[in-house]
């Protein structure tokens, strides 16, 4: 697929890759996604590094929604009273989870069981999350991992299904 051809859309989000997967964190000004995105970063398992801050450009790349920094932002993260910092960061990653950053009364003891928000008529697992509670980031993990879980188990099954009935 030619990438510039595909269709594209920026929004006002911050995204950082985890163990090589997206989560894109979306949240009013003020939210906390620059925030919850340091945390990430500065976390001693170095595993999470910044896709970009404040602005993100997301496009279909086949079955996948792709996140990339806006150019002009790429590698700079705002940190409220320190200033605009850089950072290393990845050019794009696969978003797995979108997170919406909620305040902790809004958050639900137990998530709905098919949440998730639609971007280009793809269905991206999406949970509500407290940015400023100390769980914050274990939160985060866990549910990417069960994510990633989920997908990996939906593509072997259909692989083992297709291998079965030779389709």
């Given at each position: 697929?030619?990438?510039?051809?595909?269709?594209?859309?920026?929004?006002?989000?911050?995204?950082?890759?985890?163990?090589?997967?997206?989560?894109?964190?979306?949240?009013?000004?003020?939210s906390g996604k620059s925030d919850l995105a340091l945390r990430l970063i500065q976390a001693p398992?170095?595993?999470?590094?910044?896709?970009?801050?404040?602005?993100?450009?997301?496009?279909?790349?086949?079955?996948?929604?792709?996140?990339?920094?806006?150019?002009?932002?790429?590698?700079?993260?705002?940190?409220?009273?320190?200033?605009?910092?850089?950072?290393?960061?990845?050019?794009?990653?696969?978003?797995?989870?979108?997170?919406?950053?909620?305040?902790?009364?809004?958050?639900?003891?137990?998530?709905?069981?098919?949440?998730?928000?639609?971007f280009f008529g793809m269905r991206v697992p999406l949970m509500k999350i407290s940015p400023f509670?100390?769980?914050?980031?274990?939160?985060?993990?866990?549910?990417?991992?069960?994510?990633?879980?989920?997908?990996?188990?939906?593509?072997?099954?259909?692989?083992?299904?297709?291998?079965?009935?030779?389709?």
């Amino acid at each position: 697929m030619d990438l510039t051809l595909a269709p594209t859309s920026t929004i006002h989000a911050t995204c950082v890759a985890v163990g090589g997967w997206g989560i894109l964190l979306t949240g009013p000004s003020g939210s906390g996604k620059s925030d919850l995105a340091l945390r990430l970063i500065q976390a001693p398992d170095g595993k999470a590094r910044l896709v970009g801050d404040d602005r993100i450009a997301l496009r279909q790349v086949e079955n996948q929604l792709v996140a990339r920094p806006a150019p002009v932002l790429a590698g700079r993260m705002e940190v409220r009273g320190v200033g605009i910092i850089r950072f290393d960061y990845v050019p794009e990653v696969v978003v797995r989870l979108v997170v919406a950053l909620t305040p902790r009364e809004e958050v639900p003891r137990l998530p709905e069981e098919e949440c998730h928000r639609i971007f280009f008529g793809m269905r991206v697992p999406l949970m509500k999350i407290s940015p400023f509670e100390s769980s914050a980031l274990y939160k985060l993990h866990l549910a990417l991992n069960e994510v990633c879980r989920k997908q990996e188990y939906h593509e072997h099954g259909m692989q083992e299904s297709k291998r079965k009935t030779g389709r």
